[in-house]
């Protein structure tokens, strides 16, 4: 789960980090408002779910309130497109706006996961303010990367090597005091990234975090209930909320094939299996292990209401639930939801043979593949109206003559 960046700045100042004096607008006449109180300049900020705003104009100084109403009217209701968001974009909604540091100069603070080691990593760099990918590719001997033990926490020495590094000695006791809060905030929320890009050095000498962005282990929120309740459900894709609220996982990609699977790890395979016979996912739809008719049912509606969808691929495995069951579930939710696009079902593991004796008995028209390879072919054909579905047609031509 993806903060706001200044959601992300109160739980920052929770732990004594220091941040820019600011307030969120929603309004044009708020950002006015708000500029005349903090005093001016004043830097609005964007406030979407995505990295490089800068670039992308989501961010801007203004000298004066009637400047900062001016601006804001320009940002609201404006789509910012980034590399991140791709060229549907988001909407802005909301504006940060901040009293506009006195800046000395620019460092780049992140802690990571990583995933290699498996332990938090600090990466830092003297060229902050840049995308830390920029500063890897054009002065790679300018990466600081720290792995912390998880047991033993952020050391001394470690903090010390930080500050050196970075030439924050004259800031030996607030540096080392700010890396320590931070790495506790790392830690006691969850955090999957913690980045300040750019941390700065103010020119009387004090550190600030200008900018901040904080993402939330999704596995952990149900012991962050103070950070669960920040979700800005207005970003949220309204299938994937809907998903969420139904016990689905559900993620909408660019392709025309729906998946079906139970599992996280099925999910994975179902879609490289698919991309290496020459289909593109549209989705990652898990119905979770037991992969019930009310579930199943859902997971059409959703699939479905993609009118890019031309083909549905349900690969199921029996382990905790049967292929009977399953396939008894996949024919109940038919009776509920019209399904008008070719269905390819896959069923391995428990009570297989059972389950695809259902399937052939049923009055619904499926195609019943015997392994994940022939399923993952005959329905990137069926998505491309290819041969399978003809070999069908001709098949029932037949029949009726």
């Given at each position: 789960m993806k903060l706001h960046e200044y959601q992300a700045k109160e739980v920052l100042a929770q732990y004594g980090i220091p941040v820019p004096e600011g307030r969120v607008a929603y309004f044009p006449d708020d950002a006015w408002m708000v500029s005349m109180e903090l005093g001016l300049p004043v830097v609005l900020k964007a406030q979407v779910l995505t990295g490089g705003r800068g670039k992308a104009g989501g961010v801007k100084i203004a000298r004066t309130a009637d400047e900062a109403r001016q601006y804001a009217q320009e940002l609201f209701g404006?789509?910012?497109?980034?590399?991140?968001?791709?060229?549907?974009?988001?909407?802005i909604r909301k504006l940060l706006v901040e009293k506009a540091a006195d800046i000395e100069r620019e460092i780049y603070f992140s802690i990571v996961i990583d995933r290699t080691t498996s332990r938090p990593t600090v990466i830092a760099s003297k060229r902050g303010g840049m995308s830390i990918e920029e500063v890897a590719e054009k002065y790679p001997e300018d990466i600081i990367k720290i792995p912390i033990?998880?047991?033993?926490?952020?050391?001394?020495?470690?903090?010390?090597?930080?500050?050196?590094?970075?030439?924050?000695?004259?800031?030996?006791?607030?540096?080392?005091?700010?890396?320590?809060?931070?790495?506790?905030?790392?830690?006691?929320?969850?955090?999957?990234?913690?980045?300040?890009?750019?941390?700065?050095?103010?020119?009387?000498?004090?550190?600030?975090?200008?900018?901040?962005?904080?993402?939330?282990?999704?596995?952990?929120?149900?012991r962050r209930k103070e950070i669960a309740k920040m979700r800005d459900l207005t970003e949220a894709d309204p299938d994937e909320l809907e998903a969420r609220f139904s016990g689905l996982n559900f993620i909408k990609?660019?392709?025309?094939?729906?998946?079906?699977?139970n599992g996280a790890g099925l999910a994975m395979t179902t879609m490289d299996v698919i991309k290496l016979a020459g289909g593109?996912?549209?989705?990652?739809?898990?119905?979770?292990?037991?992969?019930?008719?009310?579930?199943?049912?859902?997971?059409?509606?959703?699939?479905?209401?993609?009118?890019?969808?031309?083909?549905?691929?349900?690969?199921?495995?029996?382990?905790?639930?049967?292929?009977?069951?399953?396939?008894?579930?996949?024919?109940?939710?038919?009776?509920?939801?019209?399904?008008?696009?070719?269905?390819?079902?896959?069923?391995?593991?428990?009570?297989?043979?059972?389950?695809?004796?259902?399937?052939?008995?049923?009055?619904?028209?499926?195609?019943?593949?015997?392994?994940?390879?022939?399923?993952?072919?005959?329905?990137?054909?069926?998505?491309?109206?290819?041969?399978?579905?003809?070999?069908?047609?001709?098949?029932?031509?037949?029949?009726?003559?």
């Open positions: 404006k789509k910012l497109v980034t590399k991140q968001t791709g060229p549907e974009g988001v909407v033990d998880p047991v033993v926490g952020f050391l001394p020495y470690q903090i010390r090597r930080l500050k050196y590094d970075l030439d924050l000695m004259a800031q030996e006791k607030e540096a080392a005091k700010l890396f320590s809060a931070l790495y506790k905030v790392f830690v006691e929320k969850d955090c999957s990234l913690l980045e300040l890009n750019p941390l700065v050095v103010l020119k009387s000498g004090h550190l600030l975090a200008v900018d901040a962005k904080m993402d939330i282990d999704d596995n952990a929120l149900y990609l660019q392709g025309n094939i729906g998946c079906m699977v593109e996912p549209a989705n990652f739809l898990d119905v979770g292990g037991e992969a019930t008719p009310e579930t199943i049912a859902k997971g059409f509606e959703i699939i479905t209401r993609d009118p890019k969808v031309k083909a549905i691929f349900i690969n199921i495995f029996g382990g905790i639930v049967r292929c009977d069951k399953v396939a008894n579930g996949i024919i109940q939710a038919l009776k509920t939801v019209k399904v008008n696009i070719p269905v390819v079902i896959r069923l391995t593991g428990m009570n297989r043979e059972e389950g695809m004796e259902i399937l052939k008995k049923a009055s619904f028209k499926f195609y019943v593949a015997n392994d994940l390879k022939e399923a993952a072919k005959m329905v990137s054909e069926l998505a491309k109206g290819g041969a399978v579905e003809k070999e069908k047609n001709q098949k029932e031509e037949k029949k009726e003559k």
